[in-house]
């Protein structure tokens, strides 16, 4: 889903504080509010009234929730599965990618739930606050290069086991503290098994995570969402993945392809 492009003020002031050389990666300054805070958005998702609505493209709407509650806004997509502009595009794929993320404990894709408005189901998400795309994002001062290096690889490591093919950089927000918030998975999923991405460099730790990941697990957490094919395709894409990396290694050494 391509959002607008968002900087507020307060992102402003943090970005200026981050570029001057302050700590450049913080967990407290950044926009991920979800964060050890899972359920209570993901229920505020399910049951918070609309406030009112907008449409910011088509099949999909920003929904102002009720003040005082852990969230401002949500946006809502209501694409039912089907070919749209030439790609398979289904709003399950989106929920898929959350429960995905929140398996390998990534926290890069804001909190998504299933969810019905005026009779329709659709799949609601958090709208995250003050970030900008990475488009119109600098690059980062020096001291924040290694982790924003990191966040590339581990989504590129993402959209490949997803098989994402629509990844562009309106899709990628980026907040004060650098953090990339990763959004619009409707086009991932598919049966097929092509790797999207170059993969290298390669973060050990995703990857040991993406390693780990069964069967089983996967049917329970993403059966809801995706069909057997489209489950064993993200296993299918992993053995490729492996592949590639067991390659690179042999050519270069570990040391060239792993991040420390």
């Known amino acids: 889903m391509s959002r607008p ?5 307060f992102a402003v002031c943090l970005l200026a504080i981050v570029s001057q050389g302050h ?3 913080s967990q407290a300054l950044g926009a991920k509010t979800w964060v050890g805070r899972y359920q209570e958005i993901e229920e505020y998702l399910k049951t918070a009234g609309c406030v009112s609505m907008q449409t910011f493209e088509i099949g999909a709407m920003r929904c102002v929730l009720p003040s005082g509650g852990p969230i401002a806004r ?20 989106d929920l898929a990618a959350y429960e995905l993320d929140k398996l390998l404990k990534m926290d890069m894709v804001p909190p998504t739930v299933e969810r019905q408005l005026d009779g329709n189901v659709g799949s609601a998400q958090q709208w995250v606050e003050n970030v900008r795309d990475l488009k119109t994002t600098p690059m980062p001062p020096e001291s924040a290069r290694a982790e924003w290096e990191r966040q590339q690889a581990r989504m590129m490591m993402f959209d490949n086991l997803i098989g994402n093919r629509g990844r562009d950089s309106a899709n990628v927000l980026v907040d004060a503290a650098w953090n990339f918030i990763l959004i619009d998975h409707a086009r991932a999923f598919r049966p097929d098994t092509e790797l999207r991405h ?3 460099p390669v973060d050990p730790d995703l990857w040991e995570k993406i390693q780990g990941l069964t069967r089983a697990q ?20 992993r053995e490729r993945m492996k592949a590639e990396i067991d390659r690179l290694v042999a050519e270069r050494g570990a040391a060239a392809v792993f991040l420390r």
């Open 74 to 93: 949500m946006a809502w997509r209501l694409i039912p599965p089907g070919v749209y502009r030439g790609f398979w595009t289904s709003f399950k794929a």
């Open 5 to 9: 492009r968002r900087l507020g003020a």
């Open 23 to 25: 700590p450049a990666y």
């Open 198 to 200: 170059r993969l290298s």
């Open 218 to 237: 996967l049917d329970a957490r993403l059966g809801s969402w995706l069909d057997e094919k489209e489950i064993a395709a993200i296993i299918n894409r």
